[in-house]
């Protein structure tokens, strides 16, 4: 068990933005160093590459679904608007190389930008209060009284 426990740490991380402790029960058991979509169903393993993708490869889309709905600290959200309910946590260092959607880049150095609150999004003033999450943590939705 110890060996198995370990591989699957060794291989998550290799891949950054999956945290073992955001998926408990899924990452090292009966799925060995690949992702267990149900463990407590029938067997079914996706790679972990396909975890936090923005595609659900799990029938019940456990691979994407987690109970973190923010990053942790030192991190930013990214690939947000890509797919609703979904992105990825990455270390700041590594935004350019992660992240898929860039359209934040240069934003935050315009005149007038909302900055947004949790993550490093910024967006623009026309933006704010559309009935859409721009910022991946509703902050252009709030109340702007």
């Known amino acids: 068990m110890y060996i198995i426990h370990w591989k699957a740490k060794y291989l998550v991380s290799c891949f950054p933005t999956i945290n073992v402790n955001e998926y408990p029960g899924h990452i090292g058991g009966r799925c060995l ?3 267990d ?5 029938p067997k ?3 790679t972990l590459a396909a ?4 595609f ?3 029938p019940n889309a456990a691979d994407e679904v987690t109970p973190f709905t923010e990053c942790p ?14 992105g990825k946590c990455v270390r700041m260092e590594e935004r ?3 992240c898929s959607d860039r359209r934040w880049r240069n934003i935050c150095s315009e005149l007038e930008h909302f900055k947004c609150t949790s993550t490093d999004n910024c967006v623009l003033p026309h933006w704010i209060g559309d009935g859409i999450d721009d910022c991946a943590d509703g902050s252009d939705e709030g109340n702007k009284c």
Do not use: E, T, W
């Open 44 to 46: 079914v393993c996706v």
């Open 96 to 98: 350019d190389m992660q």
């Open 37 to 41: 979509c149900d463990p407590s169903g």
């Open 56 to 58: 659900a490869d799990c």
């Open 73 to 86: 600290v030192n991190k930013v959200l990214c690939d947000s608007r890509m797919r609703r309910g979904c």
């Open 51 to 54: 975890v936090r993708d923005c």
């Open 33 to 35: 160093a690949s992702f």
